[in-house]
């Protein structure tokens, strides 16, 4: 029946770990703009942002010295952004973001190195692939909003020196850089945010390249007798 099939195709691909990656991901971009504004709402960015934690730890997984290093660099990002609130401590907000931007790093790691894997590709690897591709735009999230903490004004919105960004601001900067789209409204004016915008650019481009690569790769002519 269409609808057992239906079920057991959904099951199928909710079974591969990097699905509950890409979701969490996803989700926590999109509700960032809704719920930042507010105490509660940050508390739940937070909560969200642990669920990104552990899956990100159950998907690189592959070995215990990853999913090890995966929750020590998490936990530690999540635990200083929590006494930086609870403390009024701004030194411990860039330690925590600074942890943040460690944590996507491995994770990507491992992510693309398992993605890229001379193997069959699989659900989970197309998954793991959209989640690779989501992190990078997070991971320069954060190195961006470094540089910001270290050199205030480093990026300018409609002719203003950004001082002090917002989460949704930098979301947004990051992932029209990320796709090229480059609108404008939020440009870099310090020379070393000017170098994180061109290695994000070439960094998208690279990777749609060498996914569609890895794609084609995939699908071998049928042999002639």
């Not at 890229?116 to 793991?128: A, I, M, P, Q, S």
Request: charged share 10%; proline share 4%.
């Amino acid at each position: 029946m269409p609808i057992e099939q239906a079920r057991l195709r959904l099951t199928s691909v909710f079974t591969q770990r990097c699905v509950y990656l890409f979701a969490a991901l996803l989700l926590l971009i999109v509700l960032v703009p809704f719920f930042e504004g507010t105490a509660q709402g940050r508390i739940l960015l937070n909560i969200i942002n642990v669920l990104v934690l552990v899956t990100s730890a159950v998907a690189v997984s592959r070995s215990r010295t990853c999913f090890t290093l995966a929750i020590v660099l998490g936990g530690a990002a999540i635990g200083c952004q929590l006494a930086s609130v609870a403390l009024s401590e701004p030194h411990l907000l860039h330690v925590s973001r600074a942890s943040s931007a460690a944590f996507y790093f491995l994770t990507l790691c491992y992510l693309l190195a398992y993605v890229f894997r001379n193997e069959v590709l699989t659900v989970d690897k197309l998954y793991g692939a959209a989640a690779a591709y989501l992190m990078l735009g997070v991971l320069w999230g954060y190195f961006y909003m470094l540089l910001l903490a270290s050199h205030p004004g480093a990026v300018a919105s409609s002719g203003q020196p950004i001082i002090e960004a917002s989460i949704s601001e930098i979301v947004y900067f990051s992932f029209t850089v990320l796709t090229s789209t480059g609108f404008g409204d939020i440009v870099p004016t310090h020379p070393v945010a000017r170098m994180l915008c061109v290695v994000e650019q070439t960094a998208g481009v690279l990777f749609i390249a060498i996914l569609i690569a890895r794609l084609a790769s995939t699908y071998h002519p049928s042999e002639r007798n």
